[in-house]
């Protein structure tokens, strides 16, 4: 946007709050929100303004549209929405939007303990949570059928027993689908678990001695080891918790960025139970801030409760940042209760901010490390190469098939970072003949370069999974598209697998000269050839088998043109099945209702050519 056009736009922009979206000619490039609109948006094309990411940013504005909100808290909602749905190119975007589970007890006559993975209204009972993760429920499913045993069975399970499964031999389950032991035990066995999950164990170990103890001395023994041995498995699962049960909800935030990226640990605490903890990675525009990235990802994971994430009321922080005062009270009126974000704190909260930052830092070491071994390998190949530029971007293609059914050809993408897998994609190959790889392989690198490519979308390289047949045909097609590339033509390489198909025995083929390119076995170069020919192989397999399961699953009558779902219905009832069908004769399928001569005609045709 030139100087002109965003003068003449601030003088019209409302002081009221909001959000405002940025676009260049072709999409939302921005995202923001502030209390005050003109007052933020003015900052953007201030002469002053010498911030590198804003100058860039503002170099790219074509146009501006803002929402005004009745509070800053309606802004920062909507600003999270807008983002979510627009992945703008100069905002911290979180790139985890899963749902996190719970542990849910019902309310039934005799309640089943399961994980779910969001809160449902119309689903009653009691939820625990959120969890860090499946695994994370799932341990603690495990964990709470050793020490309470109620039932974890479904529904449908548990209403069609005639005698106690396995879980209650193994003494985890006290079979109430057979009344196997009285009502009152099974509920008392609910209670405490209950009482448990909310954090208070010693409250639960204490109700069991009293309970051992007043067994014993009713010379009920059974009952009384049982008890015992409730206690034991208890403490030492209350050894393992280090936190105290006065911290009901609580999330720590650790927080670590250097050289443009940032890793976020965060250690989840609910009713007095360490219950897991999780590293981010979120995905960082040049020259962004540490204030604007800390920000971004507490609006961006607090803000996503519809997926069953909830914001708790202390939040402990090892960064602080400018706006911290400001999100507080924007969460807390957001979920109805009072929210705290800390940075000073003292003994036991003290040591988790600590753990947090440290694993924070460790995370980002490791990434880093992985990033730098990722770019070394990539300066090899160049050298190996010979390349003047660097590799921006490379795929590679492979075919898959059974026996040339439903064969399927894939193409990954990797660039600097490593796998770039939202730009993966596979092709159903069609109209060849079964088995026929090099046909497929020109058809899938046809569709794949059949338009004008933009300069960002053409390979540096392309490697094609396969001898020196594949790379032949990839030539051709990729000779006759040539115009296609404009002033870039990307590498050829095929990759022959090798005797055994063992790895670093594969023979790697240059286009036009044929050459065989000499990579020792060990060379990092070699093994990130490896790596996304793998990929490529996996990808490519996996499309393949979910083809082939999905024709496995369809009736071959469905593809029959005039056979309905009915007429289906019809002739398996009629004929016994599709074994029956396809053993019928033209004239045993006419005496079927709704079968004429010619349908039947058609269908006896399809079936056996």
Not at 103 to 114: A, E, I, W
Not at 243 to 267: K, P, R, T
Request: net charge positive; with cysteine.
């Amino acid at each position: 946007m030139s100087e002109f056009c965003a003068a003449s736009f601030l003088k019209t922009v409302t002081s009221e709050p909001g959000v405002y979206r940025m676009f260049n000619q072709q999409k939302v490039i921005y995202v923001g929100k502030a209390k005050n609109l003109k007052k933020r948006l003015s900052s953007y094309f201030s002469l002053t303004q010498k911030h590198p990411k804003t100058l860039a940013l503002v170099s790219h504005i074509d146009q501006i549209e803002v929402t005004v909100t009745q509070t800053e808290t309606e802004a920062l909602i909507l600003e999270h929405n807008f983002i979510k749905r627009y992945k703008p190119h100069y905002n911290v975007l979180l790139r985890d939007d899963k749902s996190y589970p719970y542990l849910f007890l019902s309310d039934h006559k005799h309640p089943q303990l399961t994980l779910v993975r969001s809160q449902n209204s119309k689903r009653k009972g009691t939820y625990f949570g959120p969890y860090p993760s499946g695994g994370a429920v799932r341990e603690s499913l495990h964990l709470m059928q050793k020490l309470f045993p109620i039932r974890q069975c479904e529904d449908s399970y548990y209403k069609n027993r005639s005698r106690p499964c396995l879980q209650y031999q193994l003494k985890r389950c006290l079979a109430p689908c057979v009344n196997a032991m009285p009502e009152s035990e099974y509920q008392h066995q609910v209670e405490l678990a209950s009482e448990f999950l909310l954090g208070k164990s010693q409250n639960v170990i204490n109700k069991l001695i009293d309970e051992m103890e007043a067994a014993s001395k009713t010379l009920e023994f059974e009952k009384a080891a049982l008890r015992r041995d409730q206690i034991q498995s208890l403490k030492k699962v209350q050894e393992q918790q280090w936190v105290s049960g006065d911290i009901e909800q609580l999330d720590v935030v650790g927080f670590s960025y250097e050289q443009g990226l940032a890793s976020v640990h965060l250690l989840f605490i609910r009713q007095g139970r360490i219950l897991g903890s999780r590293n981010y990675f979120p995905k960082i525009p040049k020259n962004s801030s540490k204030d604007e990235v800390l920000s971004a990802f507490l609006s961006q994971f607090y803000l996503s409760g519809q997926n069953g994430r909830a914001i708790p009321r202390e939040i402990l922080l090892s960064d602080d940042f400018t706006e911290r005062t400001v999100f507080a009270d924007l969460f807390s009126e957001y979920c109805g209760y009072k929210t705290v974000l800390k940075v000073e704190m003292r003994g036991e909260r003290a040591k988790f901010v600590k753990l947090a930052q440290k694993n924070a830092q460790i995370a980002l070491q490791s990434h880093l490390s992985q990033k730098s071994n990722i770019l070394k390998r990539y300066q090899l190949l160049e050298e190996k190469l010979e390349l003047s530029k660097p590799i921006l971007r490379m795929e590679c293609y492979d075919i898959s098939h059974m026996m040339g059914e439903k064969t399927v050809a894939s193409c990954v993408v990797f660039n600097r970072e490593g796998a770039k897998k939202s730009d993966y994609r596979r092709f159903n190959i069609t109209g060849i003949t079964p088995g026929d790889d090099y046909a497929a392989m020109g058809q899938v690198l046809a569709r794949r370069f059949k338009t004008a490519q933009e300069i960002d979308n053409i390979p540096d390289i392309i490697f094609i999974d396969g001898g020196l047949g594949q790379l032949n045909q990839a030539e051709n097609i990729i000779s006759s598209l040539e115009a296609n590339f404009k002033d870039k033509y990307p590498l050829l390489i095929g990759v022959a697998k090798g005797e055994g198909r063992k790895p670093g025995l594969e023979t790697l083929i240059l286009a036009g000269s044929h050459e065989i390119i000499d990579i020792s076995s060990d060379s990092p170069a070699l093994h990130l050839i490896q790596q996304i020919r793998d990929e490529s192989h996996r990808f490519a397999i996996m499309g393949h088998r979910q083809q082939r399961d999905k024709t496995r699953r369809t009736s071959t009558l469905e593809s029959i043109p005039g056979v309905g779902a009915k007429r289906r219905q019809a002739l398996l009832n009629h004929l016994g099945g599709l074994q029956g069908i396809m053993s019928a004769s033209t004239d045993e399928m006419q005496k079927i209702p709704g079968i004429s001569a010619s349908l039947a005609e058609t269908i006896y045709e399809a079936l056996h050519n």
